[in-house]
Nanobody, 123 residues
Framework: EVQLQASGGGLVQAGGSLRLSCAAS????????IGWFRQAPGKEREGVSC????????YYADSVKGRFTISSDNAKNTVYLQVNSLKPEDTAVYYC????????????????WGQGTLVTVSS
């Protein structure tokens, strides 16, 4: 059974930090890119970051560059998203997803999705 378990969300004040985790199982982790997405109330899901399985390349949305860092621990089948200098506009449910042959791509290209973890940033 494929599972992507996102965790680490919570309530934090503006300027604070969190570390989100995405624990994967049930598929060959080393062969899949892992992306982080977020969806705020009333807004469309947007891509936040992705790490490629082929060469470890990382990608970030302009809105989070310099504040968020994605990393992967292949021994633990886990991808992390360190989120620093949080802003109220970062408030959203954060999802992780896995993409096989398409690599880091648009949301519609991902094969598996986790259930999400809520990040709330107070001003």
């Amino acid at each position: 059974e494929v599972q992507l378990q996102a965790s680490g969300g919570g309530l934090v004040q503006a300027g604070g930090s969190l570390r989100l985790s995405c624990a994967a199982s049930g598929f060959p982790f080393d062969d899949y890119a892992i992306g982080w997405f977020r969806q705020a109330p009333g807004k469309e899901r947007e891509g936040v970051s992705c790490i490629s399985s082929s060469d470890g390349s990382t990608y970030y949305a302009d809105s989070v560059k310099g504040r968020f860092t994605i990393s992967s621990d292949n021994a633990k089948n886990t991808v992390y998203l360190q989120v620093n200098s949080l802003k109220p506009e970062d408030t959203a449910v954060y999802y992780c997803a896995a993409s096989g042959v398409r690599g880091c791509t648009a949301p519609s290209g991902y094969d598996y999705w986790g259930q999400g973890t809520l990040v709330t940033v107070s001003s």
